[in-house]
């Protein structure tokens, strides 16, 4: 159904606010994640390793990182442990960002195959674009902007159903020109559905 409705509203012109709105509907407000965030080399070795535990509840995020089974401090401003991930990877906050509008140059754009309306957000000095899925409505792509310029880009690489979900449990976060970039991975997703 939510499929059918992002499909709906972005082949009607729908304006900015409500495709990232549709978009932000797919994402369980009150949901657990668990997974591992891998800093690699582009040679594919492995350079840091952690464990992660993010629980939303009530417009209220937490994240808690482990390497060795024992807790890690952590900056939530900047990208995290010298990963390529910042908080707003893992939370996606710039989806509730009101300064939103279409990029009419890059329009039509493929990722992985999907056609995609593609969206700047901005909030305050920071800049993201996005790039959603025409058919499904989903989050395909972002970058965080710099003086007009991509510095970090997310993408998702493979997708897993958890119980009724479907959602990426492999993404990749580059920052451009590192020569690094850093895997995130789903193992464990729990929602509380809403009643």
Same mark, same amino acid.
């Given at each position: 159904?939510?499929?059918?409705?992002?499909?709906?509203?972005?082949?009607?012109?729908?304006?900015?606010?409500?495709?990232?709105?549709?978009?932000?509907?797919?994402?369980?407000?009150?949901?657990?994640?668990?997974?591992?965030?891998?800093?690699?080399?582009?040679?594919?070795?492995?350079?840091?390793?952690?464990?992660?535990?993010? =629980?939303?509840?009530?417009?209220? *995020?937490?994240?808690? #990182?482990?390497? %060795? /089974?024992?807790?890690?401090?952590? +900056?939530?401003? $900047?990208?995290?442990?010298?990963?390529? =991930?910042?908080?707003?990877?893992? *939370?996606?906050?710039? #989806?509730?960002? %009101? /300064?939103?509008?279409?990029?009419? +140059?890059?329009? $039509?754009?493929?990722?992985?195959?999907? =056609?995609?309306?593609?969206?700047?957000?901005?909030?305050?000095?920071?800049?993201?674009?996005?790039?959603?899925?025409?058919?499904?409505?989903?989050?395909?792509?972002?970058?965080?902007?710099?003086?007009?310029?991509?510095?970090?880009?997310?993408?998702?690489?493979?997708?897993?159903?958890?119980?009724?979900?479907?959602?990426?449990?492999?993404?990749?976060?580059?920052?451009?020109?590192?020569?690094?970039?850093?895997?995130?991975?789903?193992?464990?997703?729990?929602?509380?559905?809403?009643?």
């Amino acid at each position: 159904m939510i499929a059918l409705a992002a499909a709906l509203l972005i082949s009607t012109n729908a304006p900015a606010a409500e495709v990232v709105a549709n978009c932000r509907s797919m994402i369980p407000t009150d949901v657990e994640l668990k997974g591992r965030i891998v800093l690699r080399s582009r040679k594919g070795i492995v350079q840091a390793e952690y464990g992660y535990d993010l =629980v939303r509840k009530a417009g209220a *995020t937490d994240l808690k #990182l482990t390497k %060795d /089974d024992k807790d890690v401090e952590f +900056e939530k401003s $900047g990208q995290i442990l010298g990963t390529d =991930v910042t908080w707003s990877d893992l *939370t996606l906050d710039y #989806l509730w960002w %009101d /300064d939103v509008s279409f990029d009419a +140059e890059r329009e $039509g754009e493929t990722v992985h195959g999907q =056609v995609c309306t593609v969206i700047v957000m901005k909030k305050g000095d920071r800049q993201v674009r996005v790039w959603v899925d025409r058919k499904t409505g989903a989050l395909m792509q972002a970058e965080e902007m710099k003086d007009g310029k991509a510095v970090r880009r997310l993408w998702g690489t493979r997708l897993k159903k958890f119980g009724e979900r479907w959602m990426a449990n492999v993404m990749e976060v580059e920052t451009i020109g590192s020569g690094h970039r850093t895997k995130i991975t789903v193992e464990e997703l729990k929602v509380e559905e809403t009643k």
